[in-house]
């Protein structure tokens, strides 16, 4: 059974331009986070999906959307690059029971680095 | 609102050595409380949770136990090996949402 998974691993942008990243859950789960994680810090949460819709959104601005597809990937996209946003992209899925998003599992992630 | 907040790092431990990470949080509701680690190079992985008061996540040696009257969720393990050595995250999650500490570095030196 195939964990989370993530591509690219690895991107390098220039300020202004766009990037999208990818995520495929564990299987059998149905709701994917992203989380941004700068070096030496702890991740933070900038949204989660369920049912293809957007359910909850952290502190970031918009600038940072998303999208869940009916297989339940999803991507991570983030216009007008910002040096400050770089970091290791971090998605994580889990199973949701009665409303509420269960343990979460992470994927290896995304460096995207800003020049 | 929910945060959590934990020792800061880094830890260097000889083999063998005791170990505690302190984890505090602050919570609306009945947060169930996690502990991740993070290998170099590589995503978090759960090491244990713990989903209501007095009870004690383990796994690989490690325990941390909910103690809702003192709002802590402390990671022990009584004899660190070389193979240890990562950055422990706790984390607790309310509603759909994830809040992390910004982790503990461990180093255990043979």
């Known amino acids: 059974d195939a964990g989370v998974t993530q591509s690219p691993t690895h991107l390098i942008k220039t300020r202004g331009q766009q990037v999208t990243l990818r995520c495929s859950p564990k299987?059998?789960?149905?709701?994917v986070s992203w989380y941004q994680q700068a070096l030496g810090q702890g991740p933070q949460f900038i949204f989660q999906y369920y049912e293809e819709e957007e359910r909850q959104r952290g502190n970031f601005p918009d600038r940072f959307s998303g999208h869940q597809f009916p297989n339940y990937s999803s991507e991570l996209n983030v216009n007008a690059l910002l040096l400050g946003d770089s970091a290791l992209y971090l998605c994580a899925s889990s199973p949701t029971w009665g409303g509420k998003a269960d343990t979460q599992y992470f994927g290896p992630g995304t460096r995207l680095t800003v020049l | 609102g929910n945060s959590v907040t934990q020792m800061e790092g880094p830890v260097t431990l000889s083999e063998e050595a005791f170990l505690t990470i302190n984890c505090t949080y602050t919570a609306t509701g009945y947060p169930s409380l996690f502990w991740y680690v993070q290998y170099p190079g590589e995503g978090l992985q759960l090491l244990l949770k713990?989903?209501?008061?007095?009870d004690k996540g383990s796994n690989k040696g490690f325990e941390a136990t909910y103690r809702k009257e003192t709002t802590s969720f402390h990671l022990e393990k009584g004899s660190v090996q070389v193979s240890d050595s990562a950055v422990y995250f706790c984390a607790l999650s309310s509603g759909n949402q994830f809040y992390f500490g910004t982790g503990t570095s461990l180093t255990v030196i043979p």
């Open positions: 713990a989903t209501k008061a007095d």
């Open positions: 299987s059998g789960h149905d709701t």
